[in-house]
């Protein structure tokens, strides 16, 4: 530029915003169309990632299920979602923290948490949210945003002790009209700590769509703030999520500091089974543009194409996952139901006076 042309910083914007092309790596079709990015899984990685999206996608059908006939308590549908959910998840270690949102459940289990006390976290029950020794997680965010500050800290954490791991966290789309999104992506940045922020864009918050949420033209673009790198993916493609989130690891691991990943997805379900409609807000013509671009449907494709899959390997993860749903959710069934005097216990070491004659209410109440 000539040093008395004026800086215009609406071409600032829009070069800034050019920047942020969707990568991708395996396309709707099941075809390789990013070579020198491919992560080079071996077979027997990319049968474990297939096998755990397709036992996810089972989980999600089956929970749906349940929670029709009462059994389940809140739930929020994930079928769509599973490249953004396990391909991220993948890429990490057991020692990884992660930081959840309240769609974020399939995450949780790949990490550890038995799938009895997901479905006891679904019924509200305490010991839903008491995760066994080992598993470096926080229950799932009910709170828009919050994870993404609790990550920030997390991560600083994880600094301090001078560990080898890293924090992810996911947010949604309207996540990022919080205020914490911007507070714990800059804090993030200012201390160089190893998190990674994933933002699911499944396009909408509940029925509010994307576009009103925000006048970026990407939402990976909001790292430009922040100081940190940024990128937008295909999050509807299992190579290509799980290729960025490795790389942000390795860097957050590495002493590079964080990263924000936006993940272009959709949720082919209802916002959560607490009575939402899709019908209300999205048209069939985008469910199904959207279908075609399933990321089960496209990596089976492609592992078939290189014989490592086949429909009865498929049926027989289907038949596996059932039954595991079936005796967790058996498990679920034979657990005591919890008690408000059970529950004052964990919640005060000194109860405070004014809820002394309510526990004692109570243990009356409960002992007959
Ligand atoms: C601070 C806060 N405000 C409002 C809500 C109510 N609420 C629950 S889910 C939701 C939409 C979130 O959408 P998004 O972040 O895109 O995530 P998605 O559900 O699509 O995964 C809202 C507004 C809440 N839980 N927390």
New binding site residues.
């Given amino acids: 530029m000539a040093a008395n042309e004026k800086l215009n910083p609406v071409d600032v914007l829009s070069e800034i915003e050019a920047k942020f092309e969707m990568f991708q790596i395996l396309n709707e079709k099941g075809e390789i169309v990013n070579e020198d990015m491919d992560p080079k899984l071996s077979d027997e990685e990319l049968v474990e990632l297939m096998t755990r999206m397709v036992w996810t996608r089972v989980l999600d059908e089956r929970s749906t299920a349940l929670n029709r006939q009462g059994r389940l308590g809140f739930y ?1 549908p994930t079928a769509g979602q599973e490249a953004s959910q396990i391909a991220s998840h993948y890429a990490l270690s057991k020692g990884d923290y992660v930081l959840p ?3 974020d459940v399939p995450q949780l289990i790949w990490h550890g948490l038995p799938l009895t006390q997901a479905f006891l976290f679904s019924r509200g029950h305490y010991k839903g949210n008491q995760f066994p020794e080992g598993v470096n997680a926080l229950s799932p965010q ?5 994870q993404y500050v609790q990550t920030a800290g997390a991560a600083l954490g994880i600094k301090k002790r001078g560990k080898d791991n890293v924090a992810i966290t996911y ?6 009209s ?1 205020g914490d999104f911007y507070e714990g992506i800059n804090f993030a940045g200012a201390f160089n700590a190893p998190a990674i922020f994933v933002i ?3 396009n ?3 029925s ?1 769509p ?1 576009e009103l ?1 925000s006048k970026a033209k990407t939402l990976a673009q909001k790292a430009v703030a922040a100081g940190i790198p940024g990128i937008l993916v295909d999050g509807m493609d299992p190579l290509a999520v799980y290729k960025v989130t490795k790389d942000a690891r390795d860097r957050a691991v590495a002493g590079e500091g964080p990263t924000l990943i936006e993940a272009l997805c959709y ?1 082919f379900g209802p ?2 089974m607490a009575g939402d409609d899709p019908t209300r807000y999205r048209t069939s013509d985008e469910d199904s543009d959207w279908e075609k671009k399933d990321p089960i449907v496209r990596f089976r494709t492609y592992l078939e194409g290189k014989k490592l899959w086949s429909k009865d390997k498929e049926d027989e993860i289907i038949e596996q996952a059932k039954a595991d749903v079936k005796a967790a959710i058996k498990e679920a069934d034979a657990t005591d139901k919890q008690t408000v005097t059970e529950l004052m216990d964990l919640m005060y070491d000194v109860k405070p006076s004014n809820l002394e004659e309510q526990y004692e209410y109570y243990k009356g109440k409960e002992s007959k």
């Avoid at 009910?142 to 919050?146: D, E, K, L, T, Y």
């Fill in positions: 929020a949102g309240y769609r009910i709170i828009i945003g919050a947010t949604g789309d309207g996540g990022t919080q699911q864009n499944n909408y918050a509940i509010t994307r949420q949720r916002h959560t």
